[in-house]
């Protein structure tokens, strides 16, 4: 990391994993965990899953912003990020893939794909997963991700 200027530390801890509580240590979030009820839990809660989702697509979406300036375009984009988790037939060995849709108003579904595909470059969360998950990047309308 000698080549980068640190920007910022955030810490979080966990109390009995997937059936427990988990915050930040600044105080100023806090969550009850859960595990999914298509995984065997209560399903009340978040699950870990969730979280990832919701904070991979928020960097994505930042990441994305940056993207569009360098392109000149000031609409407004939508990225919804699902995360699959999945568990092999023969032992306990989960893995994690993840779909990235983006939706950039009043563009095209290519120029969506062209500016999804040049964020997946640039975003720390999708640098963190390159080589570890697979990730699919589609450029749909805008419309597609709103009306969600």
């Given amino acids: 990391m000698a080549d980068y ?3 910022y530390t955030t810490s979080a801890i966990n109390t009995n994993g997937r059936n427990g509580k988990s915050y930040l240590t600044d105080g100023s979030f806090s969550v009850d965990i859960a595990t999914p009820k298509e995984m065997g839990g209560s399903g009340k809660g978040t699950n870990p899953e969730q979280l990832f989702a919701l904070g991979y697509s928020a960097c994505f979406n930042s990441a994305l ?3 569009k300036r ?3 375009i000031k609409d407004t984009a939508l990225v919804r990020l ?3 988790m999945y568990k092999a037939k023969t032992d306990a060995d989960f893995k994690l893939s993840v779909d990235i849709e983006v939706g950039v108003e009043n ?3 290519e120029v969506a794909q062209a500016l999804a ?3 997946h ?5 999708s640098k963190a997963v390159d080589g570890n998950i697979d990730v699919k990047l589609t450029g749909v309308t ?3 991700l709103a009306d969600k």
């Avoid at 470059?121 to 969360?125: D, M, Q, S």
């Fill in 82 to 84: 699902t995360v699959h």
């Fill in 142 to 144: 805008y419309e597609s």
């Fill in 65 to 67: 912003d940056l993207v």
């Fill in 121 to 125: 470059h640039v975003c720390p969360y």
């Fill in 107 to 109: 563009q095209s579904i």
């Fill in 5 to 7: 200027e640190e920007l």
């Fill in 70 to 72: 360098q392109a000149k």
């Fill in 117 to 119: 595909e040049k964020t």
